[in-house]
């Protein structure tokens, strides 16, 4: 790197808005190349059980580095603030708020946000959990222009990533958040410089994938084994795909397929006890709960809650709600 293209690194002022830890990459290879004006990120919020109030990953990053870090409940009310930071470029990754259009239209070379698909596919908040749950052979990162309306800006640049048969979410995350950050470090000196390119969306060929509903968490068993198994990876991990046994829940966090069939049964009858987990008969076969969470217990292997049971056998033949 020549000390001209240093100091324009240096010179542009950015401002990052982002919030869990798939923003955190890209947020660091930013800082490590470029002035980071300011960080916005979601408040603190209360987790877990014992209800810890706890910073977004993307603060704790901004902390280490000693960068302003600002945490408005509503943007929309902060926009004079935003604005009075004068940013050069604002880049948004998994903020989670609609930016108001006097912020998109305050920096001179505008808002980019890095977004976790091949747009226009899988516009919205978990494209990576629906790439699998939709059975997506692969998904990818964007980076794009920002619009008012939501993840419909013109794209700037996109890479590819594959989806492995045993990715989960989780996996896939980690594969698409390294993308991201190397794709933005990229595409930035293009953006810099003038020279990148626009292409608008084709909306025709839209898909979506909006936050995960309760409804979409529960497992029905009319369903395919395919559709179960792509279920549970892409719940994998957060918030995990549940079902109910006599009254009560249990997450199931992995599984798999099998070719037995069971004409007789009905979808979600528990078929057999293996030596790796149970059997559950779904509309074209099985599947096998290896690794679930029963109501009130931690995570564990199957067949420790089967060795649990004072009557193993007499989980066979018990349907799931």
Wanted: glycine share 8%; charged share 25%.
């Amino acid at each position: 790197m020549d000390i001209n293209e240093l100091n324009v690194k240096k010179e542009v002022k950015i401002v990052f808005m982002g919030t869990p830890e798939f923003s955190v990459p890209v947020l660091e290879g930013l800082i490590e190349n470029y002035k980071v004006k300011a960080i916005v990120t979601q408040p603190d919020r209360l987790v877990g059980r014992k209800q810890i109030l706890t910073p977004p990953p993307v603060k704790k990053v901004g902390l280490k580095h000693t960068i302003l870090v600002l945490q408005p409940e509503k943007i929309k009310e902060h926009v004079d603030e935003i604005v009075s930071l004068r940013p050069d470029l604002i880049i948004t990754c998994a903020y989670g708020q609609i930016l108001p259009k006097e912020i998109l239209d305050a920096p001179r070379l505008g808002c980019i946000n890095v977004h976790a698909s091949l747009l226009p596919r899988l516009r919205g908040g978990a494209p990576i959990h629906h790439a699998i749950i939709d059975g997506y052979k692969k998904t990818g990162v964007t980076i794009m222009h920002m619009s008012p309306r939501m993840d419909e800006g013109d794209i700037i640049s996109q890479v590819e990533v594959e989806i492995t048969d045993t990715d989960t979410a989780s996996t896939l995350h980690d594969k698409l958040c390294i993308a991201g950050r190397d794709l933005l470090l990229q595409t930035l000196p293009s953006i810099i410089d003038g020279t990148a390119s626009r292409t608008p969306q084709d909306s025709f060929n839209a898909t979506y994938g909006f936050n995960i509903t309760r409804e979409e968490e529960q497992i029905h068993f009319d369903k395919t084994a395919r559709e179960i198994y792509n279920q549970v990876r892409g719940l994998n991990s957060w918030p995990g795909a549940f079902t109910k046994l006599d009254g009560k829940i249990m997450k199931v966090w992995e599984c798999y397929r099998t070719d037995n069939t069971f004409p007789t049964l009905l979808n979600g009858t528990i078929t057999n006890i293996y030596s790796d987990g149970f059997g559950v008969k779904v509309s074209n076969g099985e599947v096998v709960f290896t690794v679930i969470q029963p109501e009130g217990k931690s995570k564990m292997k199957a067949t420790d809650f089967i060795n649990g049971l004072q009557n193993k056998e007499s989980l066979i033949g018990m349907i799931f709600e």
